[in-house]
């Protein structure tokens, strides 16, 4: 995978200063938006379907095309899913989906709409509250406003059998307050000893707080299965010996020349190059979310776990 960061020639995204949404919202501004949402009383409750947040102890590592991905992938396995795009001052789910939003949080949280009217649809039906980029009182989201965002998604979950959380990267009180809201976590890294160091900080960080689960692990960016596990073994042996935590292993998505090329098109690979190693990768993944064998008889083969040259990658079919 490339890192969860994109260049600054992306031109999808509307460029917006900070303040510039009071025309938008009838001749509000932020501020006085702002303390009207501080009046008003959450959801009485947090979603009742089950969310999956994936985080990693460092930026860099693929996060978000993991993301992106995994959600259309579990789509085109028949399962309604949301994004919630948490990286709420540096977002990107919107430019690896090649979506522009006309809202997003930052209309939300500091303006005066609601979370209906920022949702919208993404590829193969998927569904998304996007967020901006460049906002700092965004990513320094206090607890209030991280928990009423939260209990938002109560108001668009109904179609929708899975949120996915795209939490951020680090050990900061908002990528772990997501984190500690979902049902599953899945703990991304790469082989590289600084990233799954990283990722060890994240998971021993996470275990001291309540959670609904043990953190899982995801090897991305792997040059084959094999060194994924090595990674894995290291992490869960770390783990086990110094938190007694068992932490689970949920696969590898393959380091991938198709993967880069996509970013830079602004298409999910696993639309763009489906037959490529890391989409074989990320279907076994969707499948074991939703609780299927990859290897069940009568369900499509992954594909060869194998790296591949730029000119083997094939184009749309």
């Not at 009742?48 to 789509?75: D, E, F």
């Not at 919630?84 to 939300?108: E, F, K, R, S, T």
């Not at 938190?243 to 020349?257: C, K, M, R, S």
């Amino acid at each position: 995978m490339t890192n969860d960061r994109a260049g600054d020639g992306i031109t999808k995204r509307r460029a917006r200063p900070r303040g510039g949404k009071s025309a938008r919202g009838g001749g509000k501004s932020p501020r006085a938006a702002h303390a009207r949402h501080q009046a008003e009383a959450p959801p009485e409750s947090r979603p009742h379907r089950r969310v999956l947040a994936v985080t990693s102890g460092k930026g860099g590592v693929g996060k978000t095309n993991i993301v992106t991905n995994l959600a259309i992938a579990l789509a085109r396995q028949g399962a309604r899913v949301l994004v919630l795009d948490g990286d709420l001052g540096l977002a990107n789910v919107d430019l690896l989906l090649g979506i522009a939003p006309q809202y997003d949080l930052q209309d939300m949280i500091l303006g005066d709409r609601r979370i209906e009217d920022i949702a919208l649809e993404g590829p193969d039906g998927i569904r998304l509250v996007p967020a901006s980029s460049g906002v700092e009182e965004l990513a320094n989201l206090d607890e209030y406003r991280t928990e009423c965002l939260l209990r938002s998604l109560t108001s668009i979950e109904e179609d929708v059998d899975l949120i996915l959380i795209d939490a951020p990267s680090g050990i900061g009180a908002h990528a772990v307050a997501l984190s500690q809201a979902a049902d599953e976590i899945v703990v991304v890294t790469t082989p590289e000893p600084t990233s799954f160091s990283d990722a060890y900080a994240m998971i021993k960080v996470l275990s001291q707080r309540p959670l609904k689960c043990t953190p899982a692990l995801l090897v991305n960016q792997a040059n084959s299965e094999n060194e994924a596990l090595e990674v894995s073994r290291r992490v869960q042996s770390v783990a086990k010996r110094f938190l007694n935590l068992e932490i689970a292993y949920w696969g590898f998505v393959l380091a991938d020349e198709s993967v880069p090329k996509s970013v830079v098109r602004q298409e999910p690979f696993l639309s763009t190059y489906p037959y490529s190693p890391a989409s074989s990768c990320i279907i076994r993944l969707a499948r074991r979310v939703l609780g299927r064998n990859p290897d069940k008889r009568g369900q499509p083969d992954a594909g060869p776990y194998r790296l591949v040259t730029p000119d083997e990658v094939p184009e749309r079919v």
